[in-house]
């Protein structure tokens, strides 16, 4: 699954995994929806990154 990377300052991790089983509902995006469907603007919702700087498992 899609994982959030490093911060890369103060050795902090996000650590966020994406999981499309349970999506991001806090956030507007229903459970069951797949990664590639994400909105564009959809950001790590534990660090605010943008949604193109994840790992891809
Ligand atoms: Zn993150």
Not at 19 to 40: K, R
Not at 46 to 51: E, T, W
């Amino acid at each position: 699954m899609p994982s959030c990377p490093r911060l890369g300052t103060n050795s902090t991790v996000c650590g966020y995994v994406y999981d499309p089983a349970v999506g991001d509902p806090e956030h507007g995006v229903p459970a069951g929806t797949p990664f590639e469907a994400l909105p564009d603007d959809w950001h790590c919702p534990g660090c605010k990154r943008d949604k193109d700087k994840f790992n891809r498992a």
